[in-house]
Structure formats: C-alpha cells, structure tokens
C-alpha cells in the first residue's frame, strides 16, 4: 500500500472550501489544522495562502496516480497555471511532498513531471509545520527528521509567521 504526504494550499476564491474539497475527495488518515501563511516563493503581490498536509495511503496509487490526482483536484478548483507568476495566486496547489512504496522505502524520482521527494519541501515552513503536528516522527526522505530541519534559523523565522486558524477536516467529517 502506498503512503503520500501531501501539500494542499489556496488563496483563490474560498480557500477553506478550495481545500476541504480537495482532502474529502483525497480521503485521508490525517489531515493538519488549517494555517494562513504569506505567499512564498518572493511572489508577494498576492492574498496569503490557507495551507494544510494530509497523509494518505492507496493499495491501487503509485507516485503516478498520487499525481494524477493532485492535477485532477487542482483542475476540478480552478486552477489556472501562469508561467509568467510560478508562484502566484491559485485555487488550488496540490504539491506530492514525499511517496513510500508498498514495502514502505521512499520514492525516488528526478523527471520534468516528478520530482520526488519534493525537492523544495525542506525549505517551506508551511509543509513542514502542519506536517510535524500530524506526524511528530515526521521524516522527509534524503533530508531528514522534520523537527530537525524547523530549527534551521530561517525555517523558524518562517514558521513563526504562521498562523494556526482550526481543524478542516476530522474522519467523521462529511
């Protein structure tokens, strides 16, 4: 069975709606609290984003299908892709942050389309932080425990700016 940590983030439309549609249809064992974070990526001219992690697993999804339906979400929101602004405004992001396989080893993957584990995860305090409070082993494969890296000094300056708002989603949710 594979297992996915996955990163959902809107600031588009209703962004509490944008992203409890996206977890219902993702039907996850745990998902995060909502945060409100800045914009990321240096694209600051923007609504801040509400972000939330959520953890997965699929006897019949490989990182392929994991990412096939991360584009079917982000299409099925809205979303629509400016090259000019690659971090810019969306209805929904769905960012694949790290795959196990079915024996539970970690899923390499350098492609154009893939990139696993995601290769900027280390570096945003808004996958790190809500994904620490589901999982507080946490570890991101090739980097390393994710407490470790929240106390890099910019990561905690980052993760300060966060801002917990409340559950989005709990598995009695409808």
Avoid: C, K
Avoid at 19 to 25: E, G, N, P, R
Avoid at 36 to 60: F, K, L, M, R
Avoid at 79 to 92: A, F, I, K, Q, S
């Amino acid at each position: 069975m594979s297992r996915v940590v996955l990163s959902l983030g809107s600031n588009l439309g209703d962004r509490e709606a944008n992203l409890a549609a996206a977890v219902a249809a993702i039907r996850p064992e745990a998902v995060s609290d909502l945060y409100e974070t800045p914009p990321w990526g240096g694209d600051d001219e923007q609504p801040a984003y509400y972000n939330v992690t959520a953890i997965a697993s699929d006897p019949d999804r490989g990182a392929e299908e994991w990412l096939e339906l991360a584009g079917d979400l982000e299409i099925g929101a809205g979303r629509v892709r400016d090259p000019e602004r690659p971090y810019g405004p969306r209805t929904l992001d769905v960012d694949l942050i790290a795959v196990w396989d079915d024996e539970g080893r970690p899923v390499h993957r350098a492609e154009p389309r893939l990139e696993l584990p995601h290769p900027r995860a280390h570096l945003r305090a808004f996958v790190l932080v809500p994904w620490l409070a589901i999982d507080r082993d946490a570890e991101l494969p090739g980097t390393g425990r994710v407490r470790d890296l929240l106390r890099d000094e910019s990561l905690a300056a980052d993760a300060r700016a966060l801002r917990r708002l409340h559950p989005l989603w709990s598995e009695h949710h409808e």
